[in-house]
């Protein structure tokens, strides 16, 4: 369906026992519990670009995890809230948000694409009023603004476009 990130050849190898049990411990993140103990060090071992941090960040987001879903992000993000991606999977885990990495998610009707960072301020300032999503908007911003759960500084556009040419950015105006 998308294009972006291509995914890693390995793909099947990496999502051992299952893309849904990969995706499911993940969400859940119980970084004390043997099961995600014993998944994040077979992702490291099978990963070949980096560890599971770095697979959470640049492929898991967007992958299909569930049936008749969107893709991990939007589909966590819908069911447990801004407070639960950003703090218990990403702030406890991995030390913070990666404010460049790459989402897409359906709000408004319409698709957003690009860093985490830039997707959220555009619909903080454009999309305020939304009567649905205004909260999460706003929750996503005060997190990502706050020092303590940045992992990376958000990049300018000019710069992810620099850096990432064939990154997606979709940010489309009311």
């Known amino acids: 369906m998308y294009d972006y990130p291509v995914l890693p050849e390995n793909l099947d190898d990496i999502l051992k026992p299952s893309k849904r049990a990969v995706c499911d411990t993940y969400q859940l993140s119980s970084v004390n519990s043997p099961i995600y103990k014993s998944l994040m060090e077979r992702i490291d071992r099978v990963y070949k670009e980096g560890d599971h941090k770095d697979f959470f960040f640049k492929y898991l987001l967007t992958l299909d995890c569930y049936p008749f879903q969107e893709n991990f992000f939007d589909t966590t993000v819908d069911a447990m809230g801004v407070s ?15 404010t460049n990495a790459f989402i897409r998610i359906k709000r408004e009707g319409k698709v957003f694409e690009g860093p985490i960072y830039l997707v959220y301020e555009h619909l903080e300032k454009y999309y305020k009023n939304s009567k649905i999503y205004k909260k999460e908007y706003y929750s996503a911003m005060r997190r990502l603004n706050h020092p303590s759960y940045r992992l990376t500084e958000p990049k300018s556009l000019s710069q992810i476009r620099r850096e990432h040419p064939d990154m997606p950015i979709s940010l489309p105006m009311p």
């Open 84 to 98: 639960h991606m950003f703090s218990h999977m990403m702030r406890t885990p991995f030390g913070g948000v990666d």
